[in-house]
């Protein structure tokens, strides 16, 4: 084997391995967020647990979507899975384009998506469970979503140029 084949070989491990944990990363978040559902579900008291003046746990059935905002049940379902089969397409694009972070990012969105979605079928809504200061309940798929979506939008203000000039090189 030439010396540019074994080259290409461990490029290609290497990129393999960040598709294996990227998805390894968001099965196991998967879990953990069904996981701490279901204890809020079945072994939280219905008076919450709380640690601090401004942190508990505080078990909640939201049959709105987020900020507990109401709106038709068909709508969050069908509105869900367009969006979810959405960002699967541009996860699978950001993976060929060797944007494995942002790819992460994506595939963190739908995880969250598609957990509340579970518990959408479920239980008729969303379980949620965090409860900080006057905040609203939320659980640990909200956190994946709404985590993603500003990590993705820095991201993308560092790589956007401004006035001709690229950031990523300044």
């Not at 969006?83 to 963190?108: D, G, H, R």
């Not at 659980?139 to 140029?161: Q, V």
Request: with cysteine.
């Amino acid at each position: 084997m030439h010396g540019l084949q074994k080259k290409n070989i461990i490029i290609m491990q290497k990129e393999k391995f960040k598709i294996f944990i990227t998805y390894f990363s968001c099965l196991a978040l998967f879990i953990i967020d069904r996981i701490t559902k279901y204890i809020s579900l079945n072994e939280l008291s219905k008076k919450g647990v709380y640690f601090f003046n401004f942190f508990g746990l505080e078990h909640q059935i939201n049959s709105g979507i987020a900020f507990s905002i109401k709106i038709p049940y068909f709508m969050i379902l069908s509105t869900t899975l367009i969006i979810i089969f959405f960002l699967i397409y541009i996860a699978i694009k950001k993976i060929q384009q060797k944007e494995y972070i942002k790819s992460f990012l994506f595939s963190l969105i739908i995880i969250g998506a598609m957990s509340n979605l579970i518990d959408r079928l479920l239980y008729g809504g969303v379980i949620d469970f965090i409860k900080i200061w006057n905040f609203p309940v939320f659980n640990l798929a909200d956190a994946y979503i709404t985590i993603s979506i500003i990590i993705y939008i820095l991201l993308e203000i560092k790589s956007a140029p401004i006035n001709g000039t690229d950031l990523k090189t300044s």
